[in-house]
């Protein structure tokens, strides 16, 4: 019994690493999620003698769960010919940062926050085919060796090389490291000149070059091109705080990195990503469907608890 026991505890503690690859994949909360639980079914669904015969149950784990990925890469880039606007990757709450109370929300501090889960990493791997995406992936975010990863690619060591080689020029050569602090100023003065509807301001905080994108999903509103250029961001971002009156802005942690969250009524309806180089915000990711942004509920649930815990103070 004993045994069972640590073996089980020993299959579940791999549902954190085996997540963690799942979104760098997929890119999707819900998408990993459903990955790794199809990965344990499968375990589990061996006959008892097979899965004794299995060394390293998390190298089996890992290995099907990126199968399991590899199929819905393929399959998404179907579905996301038909989505409506841009399709950006779920936006993913610091630490913590999101309050509990969903599973979504459970399951994104489960995450590991570093420069793979940046925005524009992600999107980065957008451009990528499926096989690519593996191999570039596991192998130089996750260091598995090439061998581990044919087996998830029914390739050849050599053949898996040779992807992650052509997904690595994929990848634009890093820009300068920009301190943490000076995002935070930027993003910072970001939503100080967003609030006030301040587009001077916008103008001189974005790059003239700047990008703006977002994923409305066909769900709610939202630009279904990039917006180009900070002459043209501004006025757009003014436009919609028009459109929204009452919209709260919290500086937030998404995706590692410095964000905006917008509430209204005390619902998260928006959260936005920064590209920050020299000073100055180079891309923004603006993801408003609500199917997005459910990890992102129970922080306006949990600010509305807080209002209401100082108001009923005496």
């Given amino acids: 019994m004993g045994a069972a026991r640590a ?50 149950p998390g190298a089996w784990l ?23 606007g841009a399709w950006l990757p779920d936006p993913l709450p610091g630490p913590g940062g999101h309050g509990q109370g969903s599973d979504l929300a ?10 793979s889960v940046t925005m524009a990493f992600l999107v980065v791997l957008e451009t990528m085919t499926p096989a690519e995406r593996v191999s570039f992936v596991l192998h130089d975010v996750f260091r598995y060796p090439f061998a581990e990863i044919a087996e998830v690619l029914g390739r050849t060591p050599a053949a898996c090389k040779q992807l992650a080689a052509s997904a690595r020029r994929r990848v634009p050569d890093a820009p300068a490291p920009v301190p943490a ?13 967003w609030q006030n509807k301040d587009i001077a301001a916008l103008v001189d905080l974005l790059d003239p070059a700047a990008v703006m994108t977002a994923d409305g999903g066909g769900l709610v509103g939202a630009a279904l091109r990039p917006i180009e250029g900070g002459t043209r961001i501004a006025p757009y971002m003014v436009a919609i705080a028009d459109r929204a009156p009452g919209l709260e802005l919290l500086e937030r942690t998404v995706n590692g990195a410095p964000g905006l969250v ?53």
């Fill in 106 to 115: 459970d399951l994104a501090d489960r995450i590991v926050q570093d420069e």
């Fill in 7 to 56: 073996g089980i505890e020993g299959i579940s503690g791999e549902r954190g690493q085996l997540i963690n690859v799942a979104y760098r994949l997929l890119g999707s909360l819900a998408e990993s999620e459903d990955a790794v639980q199809e990965a344990y079914a499968r375990w589990y669904a061996l006959p008892r003698s097979r899965r004794d015969e299995i060394v390293s």
């Fill in 181 to 193: 602090d000076v995002r935070s100023d930027a993003v910072r003065r970001v939503k100080e000149a």
């Fill in 62 to 84: 890992t290995t099907v769960t990126g199968r399991i990925c590899l199929d819905v890469l393929g399959s998404a880039r179907v579905r996301r010919e038909r989505y409506v």
């Fill in 262 to 314: 917008a509430l209204r009524d005390g619902a998260v309806v928006t959260v936005a990503s920064f590209d920050v180089a020299e000073g100055r915000v180079v891309r923004i990711w603006v993801v408003r469907n609500p199917e997005k942004l459910q990890p992102w509920a129970a922080l306006g649930a949990a600010l509305g608890a807080a209002e209401e815990e100082v108001r009923d103070v005496p």
